[in-house]
Structure formats: C-alpha cells, structure tokens
C-alpha cells in the first residue's frame, strides 16, 4: 500500500537573552559610547585579546588591565559570501574578514564593507566605520573599509 | 592501554533525503552492525548514543532513539558531537571494568534542518553569531589563510575533491556517486570564496553503529577483531580569529598520542590507509600536515605528488570521504566504520590492497577545533 | 581490568536568581577555580574534561567547543555529554569512566546553567516528540503534576505530605552557604507551623494541582565542577577520597504515554543495579546519607519508596518520623537540594558533589555528624532518565 508521506513543518524559538557580563560589557560599552575598541592583555603571556577575556585560557589567569586599541587594523583572511539566511544585516555577497587590530593579538571578525569584492586582499589596511545608532553590540561596528594609508 | 576492539560495523545509505525518521536510522544501523558481529542485543552491555539537539530539532536528542539503540534495561548515555568522540566513550567505557561490549550508534537528519543556521549557531552569541557567520564562511575564511600561508591553491583543493569523488564512485553507501575533474570544480558555483560547491560537502542523511568489545567479551563473536591500538581527543580555542587557522596543533597532540600508543613512528610509511574528515576540500591538505604525512606547509605538495591516490603509497579517503557524504556527526563514526571494513578485507572496490593499519579521523567545532583519531590494525 | 575511582574535589559557585556580571563562558571558569582549588590541583594536573548541556536551553550549539576558553579546555581531550536534566550525573559518569578507564588520571566533570537567560518550559516542550506529544505538552510540572495526583490517590498523600517535604528542605538549605533560596524567616520556627503556612497561604500559588509554588525548585544560575581521579593518584591529592564504589543509569523510556505513573521504574532499576553491585542488601541501614535529586516535593516521599528505602505508600512515614533531618537515620538533601539550587545542566552533578564531600568531611554547616560510610547521589531528567552513583569512604575491594 502506498503510504502518502507526511512532512510536518515547525520552527523551533526559544527565545533567549544572552548576559554579555562585565568584560564584555566594558568591550561594548567603549564601542556604543565612545566609538573605541579595548581589549585586555593577559599579566602572563602578554597577549592582548580582542574580543576581550575575562581570563586567559592560556595561562588560566584573570586579564585585568584592558588596554585601548586602534580602530585600524590589516586582514588577515577575507571571504566574499553569496548566500544569507537573514542574519547578518547586510545584501548578498558579504564579505568577511579576519582583521589583526593594531594593538591587538590573533584576529578579530567582522564584515568588510565600502569596496567591491574584486578588490579585497589579504595584507589591505583597513579602518573600522561605526553604525550611526549603536545599541552596545558587535553590529556597533558596521563594517571595516579600506583606510587610506 | 588493554586490548580493545572493533567486532561489528554497521551503516546505512547515505542520502541527501531519506523517508525514515532519527529512530528507524538507527534501528537500521544497530541491527546491521550487530548482525555483522553475529550476535543479539543481548550481547551488549551498554550503549552510547551520539546526536545533536540543534540537529534533530529536539531537546534531549538521546531521548529519540533510546528504544531504537536497544538500550531497554542497560547503561546508556549521549555523546554530543563527532561520533569519533561517541567512539572515545564507547570504548573508555568497555576499558573501565563495568562492560564488555558497547554498542555505539550515530545519527543525523541534515535534510529536516537549516545547515546554515545550526551552524551559525555554533558561534558565541555575544560577538560572533550576530554577523550570521557559519561553518561554510569560516571554513572560507581558513582557507583562505591556508592559501596566503603555504601558497595552495584553489586548483590543489579541487584536485581533493576530485580524487575524492572518483573513490565515492566505489562506495556503495556514498551518497555522490559521481567523477568530476578539476575544470568541474573551478567551474562550480562560488559559496563562499574560495570555496566553490564541489569544495564543500553535500547535506545527508543516515546513521552508523558500531561494537566495540574488550578482550573478554571477545569470546561473544566469531570474527576476528579490528583492533584499537591508539586513540586520541584533543581540542583547541574556539573565537574565531584567537588562534591561527592555517595549523592544527590539536590535531598533532592528538595523533602524537595515538601514535605513541600504537608505536607509529613514520605515518605516511607505516599507515595502510587513512580516513579523515574532508568537510571542505582544503581541510584534506591541512589534516595531511596535521597527521604528520606532511610537513608543515606542504600538504599541497602531498596531493599533487600523487601520493594519496587510490594507487598511491597512502590512500586517503577511499570511501569518497566527506565531501561524498557528510552525515554530520555520524561522520567521524563513519570513518571508523570504513576504515575497519579496509582491514578486514571487505571493502569491494574501494579495498585498498593488503591493509592492515588504518586511520581514522573525526572534528567538531568550528574550522576544526577538536579532533578525534583512531589507529586501527589487524 | 578497570582502575577503582574516587571525586577529591568539588567546587560550586553561590547559587542566584541571575548572575549578569558573567556570561556562561566565564561562570564555567568560577566552578573549574573553586574546583580545582578544593583539590588543590591546577589545570595543568587535568588530563581530560567532561562538560555538558541542553543546547536549547542556552542557545548555544556545540557547547563542549563555545566553552573550552573558560573551561580550562584548550589543548586538552574535551567532548560534551548530554542527556536532559542527568546530564549533571551523566557528564559525573562519563568522568568516572575516563578514570577507570585507565586512559587518563585526573578527569574535571563539569556542569552548569544560566537559566536567567532561557526559557526553560519552551526549551522542554522541544524534547518531545514533534508530532505525538509536543503540541500538548505543559513542559515539566505538567508531567509531575500528573505523577504527584497519581500517588497522592493510591496512598491517601496529602498536601502537607509534599510541604513537609519543602519545610525540610529549606531547612537544610539554611546551612549551605552556596544554596539559592535561603529561606532565612523560616529559621527557628516549629516544622508543623511552617507546613500549616505552606498549605494555606495564599500566596502559595497552586501552579497545577496539587503542585504549589512551594513543591517546586527554583531557576538559578549556577556551575558545579568535580575532580575525579584514578587509584593511582587519588589519595595523594585527597586526605579521604570518596570512592565510586557503583553507578548505573537507565532510561527506558522516549514516550511520556509509556511511563508507569505508578512507580519510577528507571529510579528503581537504575538504584537496584548499583545496590547489587556494591552487595547493599538493606538500603536504609546501610547508606548513610542521599542527595536525592529531586525536582518538585512529591519526588521525596515516592522516589524513596522506589528506590528502596522503604515500602510503597511509606515515604510519608520515613519523613514525618524524622528519618531524613540532619540527626536522622537517612539525612536526605543536606544542602536543601534541587529544589534550593536548580541550575539545571549543574544540579545532578551537585548532588555528586554533595554526596561526596560528606563521604569527604568536608561539608563545612551541613556536614551530617555520623559517620558516612556510604553517601548515595541520583539524578532525573526525561523522559524518566535515572541515574544513580554510590560514592563510599573505604577503596572498593
């Protein structure tokens, strides 16, 4: 017997409220206000993070001196993206990138906006361009762009 | 460590949608590998379940399949990642004195749900999720770090892909059955570049399951064991950008274990055959430098050489690999399952001749966090 | 074949409503320090690491790799267990066999919850089935409520029986400084008073009877780590380790429709297999002290009973007699368990703790004064998971 197959369509939302916590809040907090990017440096290693860490999973250790990064920074690694499930708020194609800050340890993610894709590179300086509302999260950054220098 | 082995394997078909539901697969898998190991449910003293919530769409995943992992009455618990970690447990707990025989068992539906939202969120909320980031962008985004780093290129990770769908057509449970050549690749529609549509691997459906017994229980079956000589687990950072992405450190500590268990000194010498996890094609050529069958830098130089091809010194990924199937977190399972049927003898056309040390290898995590490997010998 | 185990530490951070001065990342990072410092060891001494979660619950997929920077993780063997509400007791399990495995020494379960953050009946509803029993579930009270009707019927409970339960268990919580629900008004007053209150304000709201605001466990935001290590090391890092002398977990159960509302089968079956193994013939002589994971009052008169303590119908007896308070012959709960401290993913895995600090004499306020010889953990989630865990003083033979 010929069984028609049934597909039941449901979504899961549960909605949820994340405590970004004190670290993070201070990271966010210098973006929405200030339009600054901090990160803190492990008494240990050295190592200067960002997004900031409230310990240093490295060394085990609180990082408490937070440290005053620039807005500038190189890419690292870019990837120019043809599909969006909504999320991000930005058209199709995205460009990402893994930008090192200066000042700043390992690479920090975020979009790369104001240039044509063909144009991105690996070593390109980059400047980060800050939304015009800021609500105290990582889309307070709106994009990085070329810098000219 | 104390003897243990591989008694039975069993796996389902992989397809990119299948009728059954979550229980029904892994009843499939649980009745096959139990066959294959000649013996009853009444023979397993404990199980190990492995899924994921995201996934399956369903708090508490383990509670689905339960009846289905025939664990009426019996220890059972859930492993949420890579079946080479459900593998991990599955045998700790056939090492600890309580069992002789675990059945583990793997499943995962990727058609019922939204790969790039489970994926995206893989990512910490507060300051990555939001950007929509997923497993396919930051895989994008490794390899293009790996390119800048070592000079591969998109043409070294197509010869992947194409070396790998040549073996899926040999694999009767493959899921992508189908020779592609290089131009293919180049030609294929863009994702997230560098990665083109035959770079990365397909959404699947399936299950796997496995036996694993100690050498006591041994007396349970009639087939001759495949035995576990080494085995390892190792995770690096998770923020995406914290560590660099064109090496894999974890991926070294965990084979320097499991080769050290196993008295392997000389990989690419004195392994038969290999079974890793090729999410997208450029991760191939990192594993090859992480598993020390190449050196730092140089896991282009590796494919181009020839050297893992079918009629190579080491093949890899005989099965066709992930990117010919990719039931998501079965995955890993999976590549233990074919590298136990390579020492066995009974892997039809894709039987590397005269195997008899294989590894296996399996992530979770975003751009390969964690690793998982298994050295297996007759 | 196999290495005896024992837990030689146990941290946990102060249990709260909502913890917004940390994110979860970082409250995993509190319970490892407390952990680790209780067993005086650093993360370096850890060999492997056990973490787990209800993904839903927190909106995180993969938390094994979302938390390995708090965690104490990187560059160590780290997977994540998950089982629903055992998975406290399940990632305890999953611990211990590492150890007696015989593949790593020292092995750091951990658990944890921010429950301020989620909405934990939403995420529930999510367990069951999609098409038979998710459009009608009530999330968890529901199905207690169904569990505690049932019992009530079949032994003439009452309603005091459940708040006598409650009354003691805040009680208890009285002396654990790390409980969430400190019920400090309650301190001094006659235990027959307390229950009258319960059973008759008003402001005890019946949420779906006979289940009242009072009969129900708290949501916290918690974490809880326990250091589990093999003979080998076990008694060089603690003056009394408490030795897993047997676990056994069962879980029989996907539809809810299936379940015995009559007796917990798995709780039954899960305690039967521990006590066989470990040669425990009398239950209530033998074990010293239980940290019953319970998770609504009705659990501690019933689940008793199911577990072998005492017969079908006499948990009230075993209560009201005074055998579970702190100077009674079974002291259940010391640290006013689940229902003073609920941070979901930790909770079974704090009754691991609980249990072995008293083995331990390390309990501090609410350490029992007689002797431990024998301290029996549970754990409970769904669809009826049990799982069980005897941790005793002397190294198993």
């Given at each position: 017997m010929d069984v028609e197959n049934i597909i039941y369509h449901g979504r899961i939302k549960v909605p949820y409220k994340w405590y970004v916590g004190e670290t993070g809040s201070r990271f966010f907090i210098g973006l929405r206000d200030d339009k600054e990017i901090w990160g803190n440096r492990c008494p240990k290693c050295d190592r200067v993070y960002v997004p900031p860490?409230?310990?240093?999973?490295?060394?085990?250790?609180?990082?408490e001196e937070w440290v005053q990064l620039k807005d500038t920074g190189t890419v690292e690694s870019f990837t120019v993206t043809?599909?969006?499930?909504?999320?991000?708020?930005?058209?199709?194609?995205i460009i990402y990138g893994l930008i090192k800050i200066d000042g700043a340890d390992g690479s920090f993610l975020h979009f790369i906006g104001?240039?044509?894709?063909?144009?991105v590179s690996a070593g390109m300086r980059v400047k980060a361009v800050f939304a015009?509302?800021?609500?105290?999260?990582?889309?307070?950054?709106?994009h990085f762009a070329p810098s000219n220098e | 460590m104390e003897k243990v082995g591989i008694v039975g394997v069993g796996q389902t078909?992989?397809?990119?949608?299948?009728?059954?539901t979550f229980a029904e697969l892994v009843f499939e898998a649980c009745t096959g590998a139990l066959a294959d190991a000649g013996v009853?449910?009444?023979?397993?003293d404990n199980v190990v379940t492995v899924s994921n919530d995201f996934w399956d769409g369903?708090?508490?995943?383990s509670m689905a399949v339960m009846d289905a992992a025939g664990s009426w009455d019996k220890d059972i618990s859930t492993v949420e990642g890579d079946g080479v970690f459900g593998a991990m447990y599955g045998m700790m707990r056939a090492l600890s004195?309580?069992?002789d025989t675990t059945l583990v068992v793997a499943h995962v539906?990727?058609?019922?749900?939204n790969m790039n939202l489970i994926t995206n969120a893989m990512f910490d909320p507060i300051f990555q999720r939001q950007l929509g980031i997923d497993a396919t962008s930051s895989a994008a985004l490794q390899a293009r770090s790996y390119m800048e780093k070592t000079g591969a290129t998109e043409e070294d990770f197509a010869r992947v892909s194409v070396k790998n769908h040549g073996n899926g057509v040999?694999?009767?449970?493959?899921q992508i059955q189908k020779k592609i050549s290089v131009d293919d690749v180049m030609k294929s529609?863009?994702?997230s570049e560098p990665l083109k549509l035959f770079d990365c691997s397909p959404i699947t459906d399936g299950a796997a399951a496995i036996v694993i017994s100690n050498e006591k229980g041994?007396?349970?079956?009639?087939k001759d064991p495949v035995w576990i000589l080494g085995a390892a687990h190792i995770s690096d950072s998770y923020?995406?950008?914290?560590?660099?992405?064109?090496?894999?450190p974890a991926l070294e500590a965990a084979v320097k274990k499991a080769y050290g268990m196993a008295g392997i000194t000389d990989p690419l010498k004195e392994l038969d055959v290999v079974e890793l996890?090729?999410?997208?094609?450029?991760m191939e050529l990192l594993w090859y430098e992480g598993l020390g069958?190449?050196?730092?830098?140089k896991g282009a130089d590796l494919i181009r050489s020839g050297a893992?091809?079918?009629?190579?010194d080491l093949p890899v990924n005989?099965?066709?690999?992930l990117l010919c199937a990719h039931p998501v977190l079965v995955a890993g399972l999976a590549r233990i399952i074919e590298a136990t049927l390579q020492i066995r003898g009974?892997?039809?056309?894709r039987q590397v001749k005269g195997a008899n040390k294989a590894l296996a290898h399996g992530i979770n995590g975003p751009c390969g966090q964690a690793h998982g490997v298994f050295v297996l010998g007759s | 074949m196999g290495k005896r185990v024992a837990v030689v530490g146990f941290g946990q951070t102060i249990g709260r409503s909502?913890?917004?001065?940390?994110?979860g990342v970082e409250i995993i990072n509190e319970a490892v320090v407390a952990a680790l410092a209780d067993a005086e060891?650093?993360?370096?001494?850890?060999d492997a690491i056990v973490i787990g979660n209800m993904d839903h619950f927190e909106g995180i997929n993969y938390v094994d790799s979302w938390s390995v920077e708090g965690s104490g993780g990187v560059m160590k063997p780290i997977f994540k267990v998950t089982t629903g509400g055992t998975t406290g007791s399940s990632v305890a399990m999953c611990a211990y066999y590492h150890a007696a495995s015989g593949m790593f020494d020292r092995v750091l379960a951990i658990g944890w919850e921010?429950?301020?953050?989620?909405?934990t009946t939403g995420a529930i509803i999510t367990?069951?089935?999609?098409?038979?029993?998710r459009p009608n579930i009530g999330g968890a009270i529901a199905g207690l409520a169904v569990e505690a009707s049932k019992y009530m019927s079949n032994y003439g409970v009452t309603e005091r029986d459940g708040a006598r339960v409650a009354v003691r268990e805040r009680l208890h919580a009285?002396?654990?400084?790390?409980?969430?629900?400190?019920?400090?008004?309650?301190?001094?007053?006659e235990v027959d008073q307390l229950v009258e209150l319960l059973v008759t304000s008003?402001?005890?709201?019946?949420?779906?009877?006979?289940?009242?605001m009072s009969d129900m466990c708290p949501r916290t935001d918690g974490a809880a780590a326990v250091v589990f290590a093999s003979e080998d090391v076990a008694e060089k890092i603690a003056p009394i380790p408490a030795w897993v002398v047997a676990t056994a977990n069962r879980h029989d159960y996907?539809?809810?429709?299936?379940?015995?509302w009559d007796v917990n089968e798995t709780l039954r079956d899960a305690s039967r297999k521990v006590f066989e193994k470990a040669g425990i013939k009398e239950p209530l002589k033998e074990i010293d002290v239980c940290e019953l994971y319970m998770p609504y009052s009705y659990a501690g008169l019933k689940w008793m009973e199911n577990i072998g303590f005492?017969?079908?119908?006499e948990g009230p007896k075993l209560l009201w007699d005074g055998?579970?308070?702190?100077?009674?012959e079974l002291p259940v709960?010391?640290?006013?368990g689940v229902m003073s401290y609920n941070a979901i993913g930790a909770t079974a895995l704090i009754r691991v703790g609980e249990a072995a600090i008293q083995v331990m004499r390390?309990?501090?306020?609410?350490?029992?004064?007689k002797d431990v010889n024998y301290a029996l953990s549970t754990g409970f989630g769904g669809c009826s998971w049990a799982d069980v865990m005897l941790l005793g003083k002397n190294k198993p033979a």
């Open positions: 860490v409230k310990t240093c999973w490295e060394c085990f250790v609180p990082t043809h599909y969006s499930e909504g999320v991000a708020p930005k058209d199709v194609p104001d240039v044509e894709p063909g144009e015009e509302e800021r609500t105290g999260s990582i889309l307070d950054i709106k | 078909k992989y397809e990119r949608k299948k009728e059954d009853g449910i009444e023979d397993i369903r708090t508490i995943s004195g309580s069992f539906k990727g058609s019922e749900g040999n694999n009767p449970f493959a529609r863009k994702i041994m007396k349970r079956f009639k923020t995406l950008g914290y560590r660099d992405l064109t090496s894999s996890a090729d999410v997208y094609s450029y069958l190449a050196p730092k830098g893992t091809a079918m009629d190579g005989p099965s066709g690999g009974e892997a039809g056309d | 909502s913890r917004k001065d940390v994110n060891l650093t993360i370096d001494d850890i921010k429950n301020s953050e989620s909405d367990a069951f089935d999609p098409f038979w029993e009285l002396n654990n400084p790390y409980a969430h629900l400190h019920q400090e008004w309650m301190k001094g007053m008003e402001q005890n709201q019946v949420l779906a009877y006979p289940l009242r996907v539809y809810l429709g299936d379940l015995n005492c017969g079908p119908g055998t579970t308070d702190m100077d009674g709960n010391p640290s006013g390390k309990a501090g306020t609410r350490q029992v004064q």
